[in-house]
């Protein structure tokens, strides 16, 4: 089993950042390809980034590529999302989740609870 604890999420303006992280416990973290996905209301949830076991692969969706960088610290046991010039449409529970490198969230084995981040002015 792996745990998966986000943290990091809250309210930021328009343009602003926000840095997530992820950290997990139980088995070797360094095992897994990590992704982060996010949910908002009324919609599915969708893929945001990846970032393979050692981070030499990483992958994100169109809508965040160039604003959002995945990152991860195997001796931390922990991966991270930078947010920066944060849109009110980034507004959702982000999730993180351990498995596969890809955009599909069945590939995924583990997944935290979610943290929520609110833009707006």
């Known amino acids: 089993q792996v745990q998966l604890v986000e943290s990091g999420g809250g309210l930021v303006q328009p343009g602003g950042s926000l840095r997530l992280s992820c950290t997990a416990s139980?088995?070797?973290?360094?095992?897994?390809?990590m992704g982060w996905f996010r949910q908002a209301p009324g919609k599915e949830r969708e893929f945001v980034a990846a970032i393979s076991r050692t981070s030499i692969s990483t992958i994100y969706a169109a809508s965040v590529k160039g604003r959002f960088t995945i990152s991860r610290d195997n001796a931390k046991n922990t991966t991270y999302l930078q947010m920066n010039s944060l849109k009110p449409e980034d507004t959702a529970v982000y999730f993180c989740?351990?498995?596969?490198?890809?955009?599909?969230?069945?590939?995924?084995?583990?997944w935290g609870q979610g943290t929520q981040v609110t833009v707006s002015s």
């Open positions: 989740a351990a498995g596969s490198v890809t955009t599909d969230p069945n590939q995924y084995d583990y």
């Open positions: 139980g088995r070797t973290f360094s095992s897994y390809a």
